[in-house]
């Protein structure tokens, strides 16, 4: 089953602090909901465990994530792929672009994703509702994290 999902999200910080951020295997870990490990495996890629529950199927995935057409400090194209055992399996990737906002950063995203397996049985509207709540929840944590690190800079320059 297809999904597509696309926004946009103004972040607390420069363009440059949030590329950082978007590349930093601490600051994504702590950013995305349900995520048991993430590892840098290479310049370009990351492994994953990532435990998720959609209605009555809770599932860890396992998976690996592709960056290409980097173009720091203005976006990538992320790709990747997990599987969930008897639950399913997803891919699928995103196109994110950075640009200067008045108040930070702002971060477009556009998403094309595929599942299947037991979790494609449950239906659109309940995957599409846990994908943009869960994709909200890593906005949310990645916004905070950026403010803080925005914060902690500030109160170190002027100490």
């Known amino acids: ?73 203005n976006g990538y194209t992320i790709s990747g792929e997990g599987e969930g055992g008897i639950a399913g399996f997803a891919n699928g990737g995103a196109k994110v672009l950075l640009a200067d906002a008045s108040d930070g950063t702002l971060l477009k995203y556009d998403v094309l994703a595929n599942v299947g397996g037991k979790i494609a049985q449950l239906g659109s509207r309940l995957i599409d509702g846990v994908a943009k709540k869960l994709a909200d929840q890593f906005f949310a944590n990645l916004a905070k994290a950026a403010g803080e690190q925005t914060s902690a800079q500030s109160a170190a320059g002027s100490a």
């Open 1 to 73: 089953m297809a999904m597509t999902m696309s926004g946009e999200v103004t972040l607390p910080a420069g363009r440059t602090k949030v590329w950082a951020m978007l590349n930093d295997p601490a600051v994504l870990k702590a950013s995305i909901p349900g995520c048991q490990s993430l590892e840098k495996t290479s310049e370009t890629s990351f492994s994953a465990v990532v435990k998720v529950k959609i209605g009555p199927v809770g599932a860890s995935f396992k998976g690996k994530v592709q960056l290409s057409d980097i173009d720091p400090p």
